[in-house]
């Protein structure tokens, strides 16, 4: 006969299953004798446990507690809850706990890195120089992320672009918002732009201003990544931003420019318009001079504005403005 006396040295092993859920490995012993001798009662149970009644009372107090028990009644004692039912329960009590824990300890950690600001000043920024440090860093910024990234995107540009397009591929696969604020220079660049529509069609919301007022990567508003430099001359140099009012100042600046950037629109498939002249309005809006777009396009100046002025006939459009709200309303751009 095997022996089932609990050992009041051993512990819930740590590959028990039970102990994920809190229960001990004495109360797993009491909770399967109940299981298997229901009507035994305490004194019985405790035979099958080795255990003292006493104990094992206080052990059926807890699993009443953990809803794995049914309380008695006027028909008996205590009974078992369908494990089907009382384990699943206790999972999702603790899924919950789980979460409201992993809450706490954002907050905490808030706390956490607000003193160590207060005791070394210098740990707000992180200096980081050289190609391929940028590139790590900025690949571990988007490893991190769990909410939102903001980027503004504006020239000079030092390094390829294909790498950072993965990394946000794999940022919006995983339910990451990703909000770009580009500058209307930076669009005039073929390979920027072309690079904007590609993330435009993988989900990313993107806009365009006239100008931003830095080049900025913020992710989930804790976490800043800013050049130092502002010309190609000042090579790979960066500065890393922690959680501080810096970061929220940063986000309150996003957020600001946000709400001023007109949406550029990605590829549209639908409607009665050519794909090229969706392309064209597109351009339009964005903010490009006349001079970009046609070089965008392969044209003339001459062939750009007589294009221009053939949308906004139909539309009576009186401005480019117009013409982009129109080509807007009717699900064009």
Known sequence: MVNTAYDT???????????????????ELVYQSILNQPDAGAAGWALLTGGPPARVRESCNRLLALGLLQPPDSMGGLRAVDPRVGIRALIRRRETESELLAATAEEMATAYEAGLLREEPARLV???????????RLEELYAHA??????????PYLAPRTPQLDLQADLLSR???????????ALEDPDVLTHAWKMVELGEQARVLPSVPVKMLLVDGRRAMLPLTAS????????????SAVTEALQK???????QATPLGGTATNGELPESERVLIRLLTAGLKDEAVARHLGVSLRTLRRRVSELQEPLGAASRFQLGVRAAQRGWV
């Open 9 to 27: 040295a051993r512990q819930t092993p740590a590959a028990s299953p039970w102990a994920a859920v809190g229960v001990s490995a004495f109360d």
């Open 253 to 259: 600046l996003f957020d600001l420019a946000w709400q």
């Open 232 to 243: 190609e001359t000042g090579g790979y140099c960066a500065v890393v931003v922690r959680h």
């Open 126 to 136: 992180e200096v980081v120089s050289g190609e391929g440090a940028n590139a790590a």
């Open 175 to 185: 339910g990451v918002v990703y909000r770009a604020v580009y500058a209307a220079t």
């Open 146 to 155: 769990e909410h939102e990234v903001c980027l503004f995107d504006t020239p």
